[in-house]
């Protein structure tokens, strides 16, 4: 059976694997076709493609990018993406231009929270400075001993109503999507199972996506319970949308996720592939 595994990140963005490292540690995860999908970042795709090529894996070149939508921040995968599109790179530039002084919005919060440092040991764990973002203040929170686990960070700091929260404007859900099509890509909204927004919303969410040509969604990843996975699954078929696997992989041993170790989509769903 092919083992797929469609998001993922290295040092890139907020990944602490190097692009060879992780295609490296997915071949001994018995995985055989592998998305990287770093945020709003292309630049390891290159180094990615040539271990997978070595290695006899198929790599699927992809991004993901950050949207506000709705008064949430949600991610968009694109799949399949031309690295050398135009369009999408000016686009994904763009993104990532406010992450700086988000960042210092960050630590200026938690500072006043009695906890300084936050922003040069936040950069510590950044591979790539322009992308610079909340995994990389969980990981320096976590190495200061104020919480145990990256994972506990995102239920006590740095999200929508927490400590250390800073909102910010990312692309538009429609921006996105043109990007991602002019470079021939394939849209998987990520997760969607991690936006804490009701059933409504996200049937309005769906509806627009699909309205604005994507293609899929994320119904099994990395962060959905036993139980979300059916609920994406149905949703997928109402909205006739694909489905997309991914673990969303970081780090080895942080939040549980593993790459390639995904249960498999329910036979309901038509498969992200299936189009290839």
């Given at each position: 059976m092919t083992v797929y595994d469609l998001h993922c990140h290295s040092t890139a963005s907020d990944g602490v694997l190097s692009p060879r490292a992780l295609v490296e540690r997915a071949a001994s995860m018995g995985v055989h076709v592998l998305a990287l999908t770093d945020h709003d970042e292309l630049r390891g795709l290159d180094e990615a493609w040539a271990?997978?090529?070595?290695?006899?894996?198929?790599?699927?070149?992809?991004?993901?990018?950050?949207?506000?939508?709705?008064?949430?921040?949600?991610?968009?995968?694109?799949?399949?993406?031309?690295?050398?599109?135009?369009?999408?790179?000016?686009?994904?530039?763009?993104?990532?231009?406010?992450?700086?002084?988000?960042?210092?919005?960050?630590?200026?919060?938690?500072?006043?929270?009695?906890?300084?440092?936050?922003?040069?040991?936040?950069?510590?764990?950044?591979?790539?400075?322009?992308?610079?973002?909340?995994?990389?203040?969980?990981?320096f929170l976590v190495e200061r001993g104020v919480v145990k686990d990256v994972k506990t960070v995102f239920k006590k700091f740095l999200v929508k109503g927490k400590p250390g929260y800073v909102p910010h404007q990312w692309a538009s859900l429609e921006e996105a999507l043109v990007w991602i099509r002019a470079a021939g890509g394939q849209a998987v909204l990520a997760h969607p199972g991690r936006y804490q927004m009701g059933r409504e919303k996200m049937r309005l969410l769906l509806s627009e996506f699909k309205h604005l040509g994507g293609d899929a969604i994320e119904v099994v990843t990395?962060?959905?319970?036993?139980?979300?996975?059916?609920?994406?699954?149905?949703?997928?078929?109402?909205?006739?949308?694909?489905?997309?696997?991914?673990?969303?992989?970081?780090?080895?041993?942080?939040?549980?996720?593993?790459?390639?170790?995904?249960?498999?989509?329910?036979?309901?769903?038509?498969?992200?592939?299936?189009?290839?």
């Open positions: 271990v997978a090529d070595e290695l006899g894996i198929r790599l699927v070149r992809g991004v993901e990018i950050s949207i506000s939508w709705g008064g949430h921040t949600i991610h968009v995968v694109g799949l399949n993406v031309d690295s050398d599109d135009p369009i999408l790179a000016r686009g994904l530039a763009s993104n990532r231009g406010g992450r700086a002084e988000r960042a210092r919005r960050m630590a200026d919060e938690l500072a006043r929270l009695g906890i300084p440092g936050a922003l040069e040991g936040a950069y510590k764990f950044a591979g790539n400075q322009d992308l610079i973002g909340r995994t990389h203040f969980a990981r990395g962060s959905h319970t036993p139980d979300q996975v059916p609920v994406y699954a149905d949703l997928a078929v109402e909205f006739d949308l694909m489905a997309s696997v991914g673990s969303d992989f970081h780090a080895p041993g942080e939040g549980g996720r593993e790459l390639g170790r995904l249960p498999a989509l329910p036979t309901r769903c038509r498969p992200l592939w299936s189009a290839w």
